[in-house]
């Protein structure tokens, strides 16, 4: 794409000029090694030190241009001087250090990697934008950011600002979309160049591990792509395999080298904007003549960086606001009609029009039984019947999708007027469903280059492809997604519908019958007590069965086998302490697992004891989830507070950090302590089923340094079916 992005696609040796073996696999770029490619930039040095002795045992670069001598059998005192040697021995290097040596100023940054310090030495560049003035620059950033009036008015002052500072002849605001494609939607280049604003690039121009990189280094820089690589030298060979993840010298994809050369691109940077902890999108650059940033400036970017996704979370939320607002308003309206005395489905299709306009659809219809009621632009009334079939066998929740001929084929027969479904069902056996439709919404997609013709010639090795000319592709069979918004007010109004219908019901057996009144209260409540009943058995029969295990496990003298029955008894807890808080709601089928993890964790900390009070802290938002998905993510949170307090703190008190959040249409729940941290790489039971857990609701676990303790990130779909 057209960005500093590296896309590599074939194993990277030491002198990173080979060509790629993985031939057309276009899916190998994921799983290239780009953290270890062996080698570094040629625009500064690496000095790699033996953490213990301070002795450097391998380096990358000029040294001898840059200080003066060579590192063969120095120490890091002898070539940086003793200050940087204290810092080092300290643990206390967190900022650039700055200093002299033969080839001028220096800027000194350190990274530890296991048993080694690696250390970027980089000349600087006093009086250049950003280096003396950052403080001038962020402010400045942050004071026109503040001013922008919505999101496109505010990437376009970011590509401004950007282009001044880093003086690259093109700036792109380069934005991620849902199918992991990107699209530029800012720009600023000189005027003899080529634009790409509001062009899109596929998926597969950013590898994933390349994705992770740019999160974990905000800014990366390519000065010169015709720079010859820096190979590693080492006292010991296997040392150039060593892990360079957080250094910014880190070599180039040969690959992505040859893509910026059939951009006639010489230099490239990027910063990364990073939004609740996940990629948004890219500050891209470029220039047409070899051109660097020195630290200084990179760091001045990456703030400002970060004060632009801070702007980019406060307008998203803005616009999410209002429309909720809007539909909010809405509802109360619609409820005041539906109040009246009156059949709650009659009085729906009278005001179908009002639902649609509500949705922003195109179209609503209401089938009920044999009826069916329509507003606006529908198909026909035997498609909708199909449709209405079709959206009853799918489930009660709301249903939506943008596509609804990937969904139900036979739909692509009247794309045009109903590619966009959102469906509510209040009866399966009556039936009752109410249905908006959403117009097919044809799409011309500008494309910096074909996206289809990733390799030219079969039988070739991968390449990046040569020519980005505007290419475009029209997209069929897509209306305008529904919004989290709409989705959550469809939701709101089946309940009220449904409220609606039953409170119609009663008041028509109480006129009619009120014994019949009665002996459905009678039947209810004979089922209300029967369903607790169950709820208690259960919870009696896991008790029973966790006091047999305790009395096993005192009765044993083997110790294995006592901590098998322990290990059993705890993980049988667990799961009674999930059941009883899904099962103290007298609604089971949707939950909001913001106050279902407050609760349980509130159970959870009155019986961990006294000395665990307050040492619990929590961060949750509302969000609705299946009650299925709910069981699963208590069962995952119990299991990782249980595991923080067993091996985080042997059991002693200690902090825990639980939080959970939307992005999107997925939500993270976060369990991070201030513990000792992993000690081994064991995967036990505990291991083992906390992964079974996580993908029954397809969603993935992540573990990461806490700095100290650990902290264990569970990222899964909110469970509401359809697509975006």
């Known amino acids: 794409?057209?960005?500093?992005?590296?896309?590599?696609?074939?194993?990277?040796?030491?002198?990173?000029?080979?060509?790629?073996?993985?031939?057309?696999?276009?899916?190998?770029?994921?799983?290239?090694?780009?953290?270890?490619?062996?080698?570094?930039?040629?625009?500064?040095?690496?000095?790699?030190?033996?953490?213990?002795?301070?002795?450097?045992?391998?380096?990358?670069?000029?040294?001898?241009?840059?200080?003066?001598?060579?590192?063969?059998?120095?120490?890091?005192?002898?070539?940086?001087?003793?200050?940087?040697?204290?810092?080092?021995?300290?643990?206390?290097?967190?900022?650039?250090?700055?200093?002299?040596?033969?080839?001028?100023?220096?800027?000194?940054?350190?990274?530890?990697?296991?048993?080694?310090?690696?250390?970027?030495?980089?000349?600087?560049?006093?009086?250049?934008?950003?280096?003396?003035?950052?403080?001038?620059?962020?402010?400045?950033?942050?004071?026109?950011?503040?001013?922008?009036?919505?999101?496109?008015?505010?990437?376009?002052?970011?590509?401004?600002?950007?282009?001044?500072?880093?003086?690259?002849?093109?700036?792109?605001?380069?934005?991620?979309?849902?199918?992991?494609?990107?699209?530029v939607v800012a720009e600023r280049h000189a005027p003899d160049m080529t634009g790409f604003l509001n062009h899109h690039f596929p998926a597969s121009d950013i590898p994933r591990q390349a994705r992770a990189l740019y999160i974990r280094n905000r800014v990366r820089v390519i000065p010169d792509v015709d720079g010859a690589v820096m190979p590693i030298r080492a006292v010991d060979p296997a040392m150039a395999a060593i892990d360079l993840s957080d250094v910014g010298l880190r070599a180039v994809s040969p690959i992505h080298i040859e893509y910026l050369r059939n951009m006639q691109v010489m230099a490239s940077a990027s910063a990364s904007i990073v939004k609740d902890g996940v990629l948004w999108g890219l500050v891209a650059c470029h220039h047409r003549t070899p051109r660097g940033l020195d630290y200084l400036q990179r760091k001045t970017c990456e703030l400002i960086a970060a004060a632009f996704a801070q702007q980019v979370r406060a307008k998203e939320e803005a616009a999410e606001y209002r429309e909720r607002l809007?539909?909010?308003?809405?509802?109360?309206?619609?409820?005041?009609?539906?109040?009246?005395?009156?059949?709650?489905?009659?009085?729906?299709?009278?005001?179908?029009?009002?639902?649609?306009?509500?949705?922003?659809?195109?179209?609503?219809?209401?089938?009920?039984?044999?009826s069916l009621h329509s507003s606006g632009h529908v198909p026909s009334g035997a498609d909708i019947m199909a449709i209405s079939a079709w959206v009853r066998r799918q489930g009660n929740s709301p249903l939506h999708t943008a596509t609804l001929a990937a969904r139900m084929p036979e739909a692509e027969a009247y794309r045009d007027v109903a590619s966009g479904l959102l469906a509510i069902v209040l009866s399966i056996d009556e039936p009752v469903v109410l249905m908006w439709f959403r117009a097919e919404e044809l799409q011309t997609v500008q494309w910096a280059g074909n996206p289809h013709k990733a390799v030219e010639t079969p039988g070739a090795r991968l390449t990046p492809r040569a020519s980005f000319a505007a290419w475009s592709e029209e997209i069929r069979g897509r209306a305008r997604p529904w919004s989290v918004a709409e989705v959550e007010a469809a939701h709101r109004l089946s309940r009220t519908l449904f409220d609606v219908r039953q409170r119609r019901r009663i008041n028509e057996l109480n006129r009619e019958l009120t014994r019949a009144v009665t002996d459905k209260d009678v039947l209810l409540a004979q089922q209300e007590t029967l369903i607790k009943e169950v709820n208690h058995r259960v919870q009696n029969s896991l008790q029973l069965v966790v006091a047999f295990l305790a009395m096993q496990?005192?009765?044993?003298?083997?110790?294995?086998?006592?901590?098998?029955?322990?290990?059993?008894?705890?993980?049988?807890?667990?799961?009674?302490?999930?059941?009883?808080?899904?099962?103290?709601?007298?609604?089971?089928?949707s939950i909001d697992l913001g106050r279902y993890v407050e609760d349980l964790l509130g159970e959870m900390q009155s019986s961990m004891g006294a000395e665990w009070q307050g040492r619990l802290t929590m961060d949750l938002s509302p969000l609705l989830i299946s009650a299925d998905a709910a069981v699963q993510v208590g069962l995952v949170l119990v299991e990782l507070v249980i595991n923080a307090q067993k091996y985080a703190y042997d059991g002693q008190p200690g902090p825990i950090a639980v939080t959970l959040e939307r992005f999107r249409n997925r939500f993270r729940l976060t369990v991070a302590d201030r513990g000792r941290g992993r000690t081994g790489q064991r995967q036990g039971f505990g291991t083992r089923m906390l992964s079974a857990m996580v993908q029954r609701l397809d969603g993935t676990i992540e573990e990461s340094d806490n700095a100290p303790g650990l902290r264990f990130t569970v990222t899964a779909p909110i469970g509401v079916p359809g697509d975006a």
């Open 326 to 370: 809007r539909l909010r308003s809405a509802e109360d309206a619609l409820a005041v009609r539906l109040a009246q005395d009156g059949d709650p489905e009659t009085m729906a299709g009278s005001i179908g029009g009002e639902l649609q306009r509500m949705m922003g659809a195109d179209g609503f219809a209401l089938h009920r039984g044999g």
């Open 1 to 183: 794409m057209a960005t500093s992005i590296e896309q590599v696609a074939g194993t990277l040796p030491a002198d990173m000029q080979s060509p790629s073996s993985l031939g057309q696999d276009l899916t190998a770029c994921d799983r290239e090694p780009i953290h270890i490619p062996g080698a570094i930039q040629p625009h500064g040095i690496l000095l790699i030190v033996d953490a213990e002795s301070g002795r450097v045992v391998g380096g990358a670069g000029d040294c001898t241009g840059l200080l003066g001598c060579d590192w063969t059998g120095a120490t890091v005192a002898m070539l940086l001087g003793e200050p940087v040697a204290n810092a080092l021995r300290a643990d206390a290097i967190r900022l650039p250090l700055l200093g002299t040596a033969a080839g001028g100023s220096l800027s000194v940054v350190a990274h530890r990697v296991d048993a080694h310090w690696l250390i970027e030495l980089e000349p600087t560049a006093p009086g250049q934008a950003g280096t003396d003035d950052a403080l001038n620059w962020i402010a400045r950033a942050s004071e026109d950011f503040g001013r922008a009036v919505d999101l496109e008015d505010l990437s376009a002052r970011a590509a401004t600002i950007f282009a001044q500072l880093t003086g690259f002849d093109r700036v792109m605001i380069y934005r991620f979309l849902d199918d992991d494609s990107g699209k």
């Open 553 to 589: 496990a005192n009765a044993e003298n083997d110790e294995t086998l006592t901590r098998h029955l322990t290990e059993a008894q705890r993980r049988l807890s667990a799961v009674a302490l999930v059941h009883r808080r899904l099962y103290s709601d007298d609604n089971v089928t």
